[in-house]
């Protein structure tokens, strides 16, 4: 089981970016998927979730109205569609997924709630 989260880097406050969430080894469209980020000296937050068939979408108060997250099913990826860039959005960003098919977890959010974890991507967001 794989995910690799991608397309991260460094954007200037105000702009955008999208990461990407793929999955191989693994039937993505069974499982929901969450975004999570850690900040340098920070703990890891939840930043956002979508279901698995995407019909319920999460947002950390953070990032809501910024933030967007969609999945395509077909294509066996997530995105994270981030606008409105802050410099406190700066962080490495993870895409991780419960171990339980067609489930979100109680606590959407709760990162021990999620047992398969990518790669993270770092989005740098220069003030």
């Known amino acids: 089981v794989q995910l690799q989260a991608s397309g991260g880097g460094l954007v200037q406050a105000g702009g955008s970016v999208r990461l990407a969430c793929a999955a191989s080894?693994?039937?993505?469209?069974?499982?929901?998927i969450g975004w999570f980020r850690q900040a340098p000296g920070k703990e890891r937050e939840g930043v956002s979730c979508i279901s698995s068939r995407g019909t319920s979408t999460y947002y950390a108060d953070s990032v809501k109205g910024r933030f967007t997250i969609s999945r395509d099913n077909a294509k066996k990826t997530v995105y994270l569609q981030m606008n409105s860039l802050k410099p406190e959005d700066t962080a490495v960003y993870y895409c991780?997924?419960?171990?339980?098919?067609?489930?979100?977890?109680?606590?959407?959010?709760?990162?021990?709630?999620?047992?398969?974890w990518g790669q993270g991507t770092l989005v740098t967001v220069s003030s």
């Open positions: 991780a997924a419960p171990n339980e098919r067609h489930w979100v977890p109680p606590v959407v959010l709760d990162s021990t709630e999620y047992h398969y």
């Open positions: 080894g693994f039937s993505l469209g069974y499982y929901a």
